[in-house]
């Protein structure tokens, strides 16, 4: 008997573990990436301890705990003064796994290394044509010609033309109040994991395993384009905050930084699914990043619905669906409204805000741990379906 097809749109971390779980789980799968390869836009990223017992359902979460360091440290003021610290034993010990930091790109090769050849189809564009019903595939278009399967995973992305067919009525991306420069470079000194606040700005110190430093800059201010002489501004604007960052700063080259204006889906789409189409990833619920959540939620998406559609038969996959998306949008909302808020609050530009966020934190001594487990508490504890705890 035929094994049941699925093709999954957007060759980033959402769909690549879509794959890798459909595989494992007996489906025949194709990914369709418009891009000519796989290189991730990104630069660093952190894997919390949901997203690694999803990983660990597929066999890699070893792999990325051996090829992470480990996010600990905590907050610092602009001018170094530490508001909260908080080390990495403190987090594994609540949640069974601490919070991993590895590059963007290395994830993506260790999901895609594991895919047959051929699976991958770089420089494909795919549109979905019919959604598809319980009696009849779904259709997708691709610059070699038309496919049916019998699941589509649209991880598209932010921009989805997937969700904007599916769900029109769904508003488009918000602007979050800011934008973020991420950059990975050489550290010539040893780095102290932290973040740190100052008004209207976020600046992150991640030391990674290969001796690099992830670098991540938040600046709250309007969209508007990028030019070189921002690029050159940056040092300055955080020339008076604690070493070593000006110092980063200055170091990185305009082509080794990637600057995003925030945008996030506000309001989610209706349903995560229609027909024999799910979406995934930034596609069903972009999210700003301070909670570190964007592609930890898509995880879950891949593992959970490559968990709801197993053993599904031709005509059950669009129930199947119904299923993912019950399990999937309340949890992601919540995430995506949590991460919103964090935003805004880390990002004002007001500086009674930023006095008022600092002056708690500090005031809270000891006690901060505590509130920032209460805090994570149901987001990081999630387990996958069908999974024993770690």
Known sequence: MARPHAVVIGGGIGGLTAARALLGGGWEVTVHERSRSLAPAGAGLAVAPNALRALDTLGLGDAVRERSSLHGGGIRRWDGRWLMRMDADRIRAWFGD?????????????????????????????TVVDPGGRDRPARVTTGSGELTADLVVAADGIHSVTRRALFP??????????????????????????ESWGRGAVVGLMPLADGTVYVYVSVSGAPREWTLEEHAALPRRFAHWHSPIPQLLAAAAPGEMLRNEVWYLDTPPRSYHHGRVALLGD??????????????????????????VSGAG?????AALVRYTAARRPRAARVVRRSAQAGALLCSGYRSVAT???????????????????????????????????
């Open 98 to 126: 601490p919070i991993v930091l590895l590059r963007r790109c290395t994830l993506v090769d260790l999901l895609a290394a594991g895919l047959p050849a051929g699976t991958v189809r770089t420089a494909s564009a795919a």
């Open 169 to 194: 009525e769904t508003p488009a991306p918000v602007h979050a109040g800011f934008a973020t420069w991420r950059f990975v470079v050489p550290a010539d000194r040893p780095i102290v994991p932290a």
């Open 283 to 308: 596609a069903a619920h972009a999210m700003p990043p301070n909670l570190g959540q964007g592609g930890c939620q898509a995880i879950e998406d891949a593992v959970t619905l490559a968990h709801t």
């Open 314 to 318: 031709f005509a059950d996959v669009p």
């Open 356 to 390: 008022v966020r600092n002056i708690a934190l500090v005031a809270l001594g000891p006690f901060g741990p505590q509130v920032v487990r209460r805090s994570v508490t149901g987001i990081f504890d999630w387990s996958p379906p069908g999974a024993a705890r770690r």
